[in-house]
């Protein structure tokens, strides 16, 4: 089993920027990909960025330029710097990990709130 727990969110306005962070603890070795989704009020979740163990990622187009996924596999870590915020990023975060580099999803955070205010 792997546990992830995210921190980071908060409330900011518009154009400003924030950094949040995903610790893992459990079974890391059977982890490949870690993620970032989003479920915007009202909407169903969608991934925002993935990375896989090597490094490589992927970003949906509406965060391309403005947010960049890391991870620290030292501390066991994942990140997601987000800039140039928009009202429409607000949602609830959620960090993923698991096996498949497209879509990470064996195991899920609880989630954290970001508001973007405009």
């Known amino acids: 089993q792997v546990q992830l727990v995210e921190s980071g969110g908060g409330l900011v306005q518009a154009g400003g920027s924030l950094r949040l962070s995903c610790a893992a603890s459990g079974t890391i070795f059977s982890i490949d990909a870690m993620g970032w989704y989003r479920q915007p009020p009202g909407k169903q979740r969608e991934l925002v960025a993935v990375?896989?163990?090597?490094?490589?990622?992927l970003y949906a187009d509406s965060v391309k330029g403005r947010f960049t996924i890391s991870r620290d596999n030292a501390k066991n870590t994942l990140y997601l710097q987000m800039n140039s915020l928009k009202p429409e990023d607000t949602a609830v975060y959620y960090c993923a990990a698991g096996q498949n580099y497209f879509r990470p999803s064996d195991y899920w955070g609880q989630g954290t709130q970001v508001t973007v205010s405009s």
């Open positions: 990375i896989s163990s090597g490094g490589s990622t």
